[in-house]
């Protein structure tokens, strides 16, 4: 359980810790905000137990659609269908860095098309290896076997178990399908209806019984698809299922025993992995191209700089000694001998193409490892910049969006771009200060001392000391956060 109290950042389970009442948004009402979940326990970690008095807070309960990730993996472990026909439908719309959110989850006609080719396709595979799919054999009696397979298939398909009136309209199918064709036409047809149904694509929480103050309590079977798609990104497993049936996802030592349970399970490292893959915007570094001419060799070691990101990332959330500061504060990374030798560190000659732990120097003078932490990977660093130089503003805009949960407003119109101020002679700097000294004042005092602090390296995340010929300046003033004060550098930020 040590991931789980000391990396909240990555895991708010607190969702699931009130014995699944509907969460509402913390309050002066809220029990979070009052000595329950989130306040410190004895060994100082957050500590999610709701008071026995405590009063529920309500919101209500999105109809939340399958991501493209979430379909694929889903259809993996219902199937054991590897073909990932996700990948070609639409891509889901993201909000900072999410592609999770249930506003945008919009179903467009072309998704709804491409939904229906997918059930048929999926349909025709798995009936071509029948014998794995079904509960019982059709030689013993095709008409029940059909009726065994859409209620034990059914299930696992819209994670709860049918409604009699479902199982008739499936049985409907069946017969049409068996009475046209044999049998697996008519399992066919019925795996078709299952995939292009709402209760498969979607994860609708209808909640069950009275909850005390007016609400509903999320039902078992919907505590283990929460459970599942928060720690896997996929559905529940048999044994969800069996805790489920048995009414076994009630108490918050029965759930608490499930996320320990799960987190040993590969698919919980996967899903982590898409957490904070979002929340770091990483898809950035793919659309993140530079000036080869300027910069060369930075196209070649683009995936190395990804990969960087995702070794410290996994390094830092799955040892049992970390905790959520050190993703600020850890004094090593990942490398391989390109990435060392493009970024100019000492012994890059001597390692070797794998990744491994490298030390940095965050408060030495070996100036390409003079770094701390996630924000100082050449990756990100290289994400919110433009081709041809650094921009203060949006790696300041990724601070205050992805880690303060701060909004940025848009620009004013009419202000001309950064690109119009005269460069001759000046830094990236002394440019930006000039254009902030303007009506845009208000918004780039707490954006741009951000992104002054990593001055110190270029739009590729190299190090540097200079730029247009003069020293950089890296000291600045974080305001109106919560953590405001004076720095010298990115790394003292």
């Given at each position: 359980?040590?991931?789980?109290?000391r990396?909240?950042?990555?895991?708010?389970?607190?969702?699931?810790?009130?014995?699944?009442?509907?969460?509402?948004?913390?309050?002066?009402?809220?029990?979070?905000?009052?000595?329950?979940?989130?306040?410190?326990?004895?060994?100082?970690?957050p500590?999610?137990?709701?008071?026995?008095?405590?009063?529920?807070?309500?919101?209500?309960?999105?109809?939340?659609?399958?991501?493209?990730?979430?379909?694929?993996?889903?259809?993996?472990?219902?199937?054991?269908?590897?073909?990932?026909?996700?990948?070609?439908?639409?891509?889901?719309?993201?909000?900072?860095?999410?592609?999770?959110?249930?506003?945008?989850?919009?179903?467009?006609?072309?998704?709804?098309?491409?939904?229906?080719?997918?059930?048929?396709?999926?349909?025709?595979?798995?009936?071509?290896?029948?014998?794995?799919?079904?509960?019982?054999?059709?030689?013993?009696?095709?008409?029940?076997?059909?009726?065994?397979?859409?209620?034990?298939?059914?299930?696992?398909?819209?994670?709860?178990p049918?409604?009699?009136?479902?199982?008739t309209?499936?049985?409907?199918?069946?017969?049409?399908?068996?009475?046209?064709?044999?049998?697996?036409?008519?399992?066919?047809?019925?795996?078709?209806?299952?995939?292009?149904?709402?209760?498969f694509?979607?994860?609708?929480?209808?909640?069950?019984?009275?909850?005390?103050?007016?609400?509903?309590?999320?039902?078992?079977?919907?505590?283990?698809?929460?459970?599942?798609?928060?720690?896997?990104?996929?559905?529940?497993?048999?044994?969800?299922?069996?805790?489920?049936?048995?009414?076994?996802?009630?108490?918050?030592?029965?759930?608490?025993?499930?996320?320990?349970?799960?987190?040993?399970?590969?698919?919980?490292?996967?899903a982590?992995?898409?957490f904070y893959?979002g929340?770091?915007v990483?898809?950035?570094?793919?659309?993140?191209?530079?000036?080869?001419?300027?910069?060369?060799?930075?196209?070649?070691?683009?995936?190395?700089?990804?990969?960087?990101?995702?070794?410290?990332?996994?390094?830092?959330?799955?040892?049992?000694?970390?905790?959520?500061?050190?993703?600020?504060?850890?004094?090593?990374?990942?490398?391989?001998?390109?990435?060392?030798?493009?970024?100019?560190?000492?012994?890059?000659?001597?390692?070797?193409?794998?990744?491994?732990?490298?030390?940095?120097?965050?408060e030495?003078?070996?100036?390409?490892a003079?770094?701390?932490?996630?924000?100082?990977?050449?990756?990100?660093?290289?994400?919110?910049?433009?081709?041809?130089?650094?921009?203060?503003?949006l790696?300041?805009?990724?601070?205050?969006?992805?880690?303060?949960?701060?909004?940025?407003?848009?620009?004013?119109?009419?202000?001309?771009?950064?690109?119009?101020?005269?460069?001759?002679?000046?830094?990236?700097?002394?440019?930006?200060?000039?254009?902030?000294?303007?009506?845009?004042?208000?918004?780039?005092?707490?954006?741009?001392?951000?992104?002054?602090?990593?001055?110190?390296?270029?739009?590729?995340?190299?190090?540097?000391?200079?730029?247009?010929?003069?020293?950089?300046?890296?000291?600045?003033?974080?305001?109106?956060?919560?953590?405001?004060?004076?720095?010298?550098?990115?790394?003292?930020?």
């Amino acid at each position: 359980m040590a991931f789980i109290s000391r990396l909240t950042v990555v895991l708010p389970l607190a969702l699931l810790a009130c014995s699944g009442a509907v969460p509402g948004k913390g309050g002066d009402d809220d029990p979070g905000s009052k000595g329950g979940a989130g306040q410190p326990g004895e060994d100082g970690d957050p500590a999610y137990d709701c008071p026995d008095d405590a009063e529920p807070s309500f919101a209500p309960a999105p109809l939340r659609r399958l991501t493209r990730p979430e379909y694929d993996s889903t259809i993996l472990d219902l199937l054991g269908d590897d073909s990932r026909p996700a990948r070609e439908f639409p891509n889901d719309s993201t909000v900072h860095g999410f592609d999770n959110n249930v506003v945008t989850q919009t179903v467009t006609y072309t998704l709804a098309d491409y939904y229906f080719k997918a059930a048929e396709t999926l349909a025709n595979s798995a009936v071509s290896r029948l014998d794995s799919l079904l509960p019982c054999n059709p030689a013993d009696g095709e008409a029940s076997c059909a009726e065994a397979f859409i209620r034990e298939f059914g299930l696992r398909a819209y994670r709860r178990p049918l409604r009699d009136e479902e199982v008739t309209s499936l049985r409907t199918t069946y017969d049409r399908g068996s009475a046209k064709a044999d049998f697996k036409n008519g399992i066919r047809l019925v795996v078709m209806r299952f995939l292009s149904s709402p209760y498969f694509l979607y994860r609708p929480e209808f909640g069950e019984s009275d909850q005390k103050g007016g609400g509903l309590a999320f039902s078992q079977w919907e505590i283990a698809s929460r459970l599942s798609y928060l720690m896997w990104g996929s559905m529940p497993d048999d044994q969800l299922f069996e805790a489920a049936a048995a009414g076994e996802l009630s108490e918050q030592s029965q759930i608490s025993g499930q996320v320990e349970r799960m987190l040993n399970d590969p698919r919980a490292k996967v899903a982590v992995r898409r957490f904070y893959s979002g929340w770091l915007v990483l898809d950035a570094l793919d659309k993140a191209p530079k000036d080869d001419a300027k910069y060369p060799g930075f196209e070649k070691v683009l995936p190395s700089m990804r990969e960087e990101i995702v070794a410290l990332m996994d390094d830092i959330i799955w040892n049992d000694d970390s905790r959520a500061e050190k993703l600020f504060a850890a004094d090593y990374t990942f490398m391989n001998r390109d990435l060392a030798a493009f970024l100019g560190f000492d012994g890059a000659n001597d390692m070797s193409s794998e990744f491994q732990r490298v030390a940095l120097d965050p408060e030495g003078d070996k100036g390409p490892a003079r770094r701390l932490g996630i924000l100082s990977t050449p990756g990100l660093l290289a994400a919110h910049s433009k081709p041809h130089e650094t921009s203060p503003v949006l790696r300041g805009k990724f601070a205050l969006e992805q880690l303060l949960c701060l909004e940025v407003p848009l620009p004013l119109p009419g202000v001309p771009p950064i690109e119009a101020v005269e460069t001759t002679g000046l830094t990236t700097r002394e440019r930006f200060e000039m254009h902030a000294a303007s009506e845009c004042a208000s918004c780039h005092r707490f954006l741009d001392p951000i992104g002054f602090a990593f001055e110190n390296f270029d739009t590729t995340g190299r190090y540097r000391e200079m730029d247009n010929g003069k020293p950089v300046v890296t000291s600045g003033v974080l305001e109106e956060t919560d953590v405001d004060g004076p720095f010298a550098d990115g790394v003292e930020l």
